[in-house]
């Protein structure tokens, strides 16, 4: 299995959980790593991504509350969020280019 999501959970609002990806080295050491989501109902969406070099980029929705990050040690890729609403509950998927990992929920509910 190239992506093997872990983190996952339920939480109240206004927590925090931290999702972690781990890819094959030969994945990570070579494309963007991103993070989608996808809520009961609605169409799978981009949360943010991380390029090789570290720059980032996050979704309207989470800016200021997520951070991704990169360890390149570890060949994974972590999802740190923080201030959770319930309007975050989804499968969370990690994500290269053309693979996907085999999603985590994550439900905010109090």
């Known amino acids: 299995v190239p992506l093997v999501e872990s983190g996952g959970g339920l939480v109240q609002p206004g927590g925090s959980l931290r999702l972690s990806c781990e890819a094959s080295g030969s994945i990570f050491s070579r494309y963007t790593m991103g993070w989608y989501r996808q809520a009961p109902g609605k169409q799978r969406e981009l949360v943010a991504y991380i390029t090789l070099d570290g720059s980032t980029n996050y979704a309207d929705s989470v800016k200021g509350r997520f951070t991704i990050s990169r360890d390149n040690a570890k060949n994974t890729v972590y999802l740190q969020m923080n201030s959770l609403k319930p309007e975050d509950t989804a499968v969370y998927y990690c994500?290269?280019?053309?693979?996907w990992g085999q999603g985590i929920q994550v439900t905010v509910s109090s």
């Open positions: 994500n290269a280019p053309f693979i």
